[in-house]
T-cell receptor, first 116, second 111 residues
Framework: ETGVTQSPTHLIKTRGQQVTLRCSSQ?????VSWYQQALGQGPQFIFQ???????GRGNFPPRFSGLQFPNYSSELNVNALELDDSALYLC???????????????FGPGTRLTVL | DAKTTQPNSMESNEEEPVHLPCNHS???????IHWYRQLPSQGPEYVIH???SNVNNRMASLAIAEDRKSSTLILHRATLRDAAVYYC????????????FGAGTRLFVKA
């Protein structure tokens, strides 16, 4: 059984550019959540996807968007990058939305995004 | 919005119990309390969760106040491998699922 994987590991972009981050869920998990973790802070919830639809969102602007594919892998897209978008981006998978609610999520190692 | 408050850091001696507190006074009746920990350069790792009753698992115990406005994560015998940032989290459903992390408590364990 493979765990949650994310790519790339590190990424450097300039302000105004667009970026796509990728996540592969743990085997059998159909729900993916994305988080932003600034240096020295706790993760902030961006959104959650279940069966290719967003079913939960935190306080992030629309330039943060996502996709989930039929194989349950997921992408996080960020448009018009700002310096404050520099952070570790984490994805987490769970068996289904409700089990992630009252059971555990499995996190990937994250993608470190630097915006210059 | 619901939020959690934790001390910035705590210190413990190896082999001694550790009590990590969390305040979540804005919690709603159906919000679940979760605890995760994060080691350097890794994603968070699940520790324990609960709703109303105290919970035990192989890693830790979770004590939830009767009014649910606070909780305490208990590590029964701290080891050097338990040194990490511990996050108290609320899992809420308000028209959609949300996860609310606190700022975390950095636990230092002394040999």
């Amino acid at each position: 059984e493979t765990g949650v994987t994310q790519s790339p590991t590190h990424l450097i972009k300039t302000r105004g550019q667009q970026v796509t981050l990728r996540c592969s869920s743990q085997s059998g998990h159909n729900t993916v959540s994305w988080y932003q973790q600034a240096l020295g802070q706790g993760p902030q919830f961006i959104f959650q996807y279940y069966r290719e639809e967003e079913n939960g969102r935190g306080n992030f602007p629309p330039r943060f968007s996502g996709l989930q594919f039929p194989n349950y892998s997921s992408e996080l897209n960020v448009n018009a990058l700002e310096l404050d978008d520099s952070a570790l981006y984490l994805c987490a998978s769970s068996l289904d939305p409700s089990s992630g609610y009252y059971n555990e999520q499995f996190f990937g190692p994250g993608t470190r995004l630097t915006v210059l | 919005d619901a939020k959690t408050t934790q001390p910035n850091s705590m210190e413990s001696n190896e082999e001694e119990p550790v009590h990590l507190p969390c305040n979540h006074s804005t919690i709603s009746g159906t919000d679940y309390i979760h605890w995760y920990r994060q080691l350097p350069s890794q994603g968070p790792e699940y520790v324990i969760h609960g709703l109303t009753s105290n919970v035990n698992n192989r890693m830790a115990s979770l004590a939830i106040a009767e009014d649910r406005k606070s909780s305490t994560l208990i590590l029964h015998r701290a080891t050097l491998r338990d040194a990490a940032v511990y996050y108290c989290i609320l899992r809420v459903f308000t028209g959609g699922f949300k996860t609310i992390f606190g700022a975390g408590t950095r636990l230092f364990v002394k040999a």
